[in-house]
């Protein structure tokens, strides 16, 4: 009978450890360029973009910024099965730091020295996290 008390004890915190209150997750994309955004600290930024890889160019953010943290690599997906066929690329954003900025990306071959293909850039404002009462 103990065995199944501990048990069952068991089970109620890994059920609570897995629940879906995870971070909210908010998603924008090419449409969205030049809002802003509105985040808490603690949610998560999805920023997906077109791209082709095969052509040598990627997105890149510029500079260092402050509210929000990259994490990870990036994620390619491809919208064709045809060879060059062009995808998105999804970028993955934690928000670290109440403020405000502006998030800048350039599509750009990083070897060369010219001007970008494309800039991105979206407002990021982050509010500090709100607690519960």
């Known amino acids: 009978m ?5 048990l069952g ?9 897995c629940s879906d209150d995870g971070p909210d997750v908010v998603s924008i994309g090419d449409p969205d360029e030049g809002t802003t955004v509105m985040l808490a600290v603690g949610e998560t930024l999805e920023l997906t973009l077109s791209a082709n890889p095969s ?3 990627t997105w890149e953010v510029v500079g260092d910024p402050v509210c929000v943290a990259q994490r990870g690599d990036s ?4 919208l ?13 954003f934690d928000a670290v730091r109440s ?3 502006e998030l800048r990306l350039v599509y750009h071959r990083p070897w060369e020295d010219v001007a ?15 607690t519960a009462e």
Do not use: F, I, K
């Open 55 to 57: 052509t040598g160019y």
């Open 80 to 92: 064709s099965d045809s060879l060059g066929g062009g995808g998105e690329l999804t970028l993955t």
């Open 2 to 6: 103990r065995r199944l008390v501990v």
């Open 116 to 130: 970008p293909e494309r800039t991105y850039m979206v407002g990021v404002v982050v509010a500090a996290e709100t």
């Open 99 to 101: 403020g405000a900025e």
């Open 9 to 17: 004890a068991v089970l109620v915190l890994l059920g609570a450890g």
């Open 75 to 78: 994620r390619y997906t491809a």
